[in-house]
């Protein structure tokens, strides 16, 4: 079975804080993907990463996927309120064709102002 | 172009009843999947819709079924609702073996 686990499950921190948010497995995923998700909505796409050792920048975020293809990490530089949420790590698993999305149990961020 | 979008928003069952979600996929999109996300957990995968089969399932019973239309909207159909079945069940599409977007959920209570 494929887990993905993340750490930290909680983290509260200032305004303009650093922090970084890990996805690990002992599995190798084709791609793996980093959604932001608000109470009671749908997660939303911020990035996907496919080739071991790639780096992605958006903004204020980083996003590493590990050269084995089994971890990503997700930095976010000078924290603001904005950036509060679910962080959830994605792993695409494919069985046959079936491609389906194994999460990880998300990081839920607090920023304060 | 229009997103995902999901019906009913919300929804208030109780045990021993049966419900139907829908799903209408992100134009140009032939694959749907559907998840449960309990309440402080990532969403679980149910299971997959590609051109109106199934295309592979998650560790859900048969109480759990699914259908997809020709025109690659979907509907969940779970029977018999236990107090557990409580959670927001998202659906996503995609165009294999592209990105899932996700469409807003439907949040299910089970009383």
């Known amino acids: 079975t494929q887990l993905l686990e993340q750490s930290p499950q909680f983290l509260s921190i200032q305004e303009g804080e650093n922090l970084t948010v890990y996805c690990n497995s002992s599995s190798v995923f084709s791609s793996l993907q980093w959604y932001r998700q608000e109470p009671g909505e749908g997660p939303v796409l911020l990035v996907t990463?496919?080739?071991?050792?790639e780096v992605k920048k958006l903004k204020r975020l980083t996003f590493q996927f590990g050269d084995a293809r089994k971890d990503s990490s997700l930095h976010i530089t000078a924290a603001q309120p904005g950036d509060t949420g679910l962080y959830l790590c994605?792993?695409?698993?494919?069985?046959?064709?079936?491609?389906?999305?194994?999460f990880g149990q998300g990081t839920t961020l607090q920023v304060k102002p | 172009e229009t997103g995902v979008t999901q019906s009913p928003t919300h929804l208030i069952k109780t045990r021993g009843q049966q419900v139907t979600l829908r799903c209408s996929s992100q134009?140009?999109?032939?694959?749907v999947s559907w998840y449960q996300q309990a309440l402080g957990q990532g969403p679980q995968f149910i299971f997959q819709y590609y051109r109106e089969e199934e295309n592979g399932r998650g560790n859900f019973p048969p109480r759990f079924s699914g259908l997809q239309f020709p025109n690659y909207s979907s509907e969940l159909n779970v029977n018999a609702l236990e107090l557990d079945d409580s959670a927001l069940y998202l659906c996503a599409s995609s165009v294999p073996p592209g990105t899932q977007y996700f469409g807003p959920g439907t949040r299910l209570l089970v009383l």
């Open positions: 134009s140009g999109h032939n694959t």
């Open positions: 990463v496919v080739t071991g050792g």
């Open positions: 994605a792993g695409t698993s494919f069985s046959g064709n079936t491609g389906k999305l194994i």
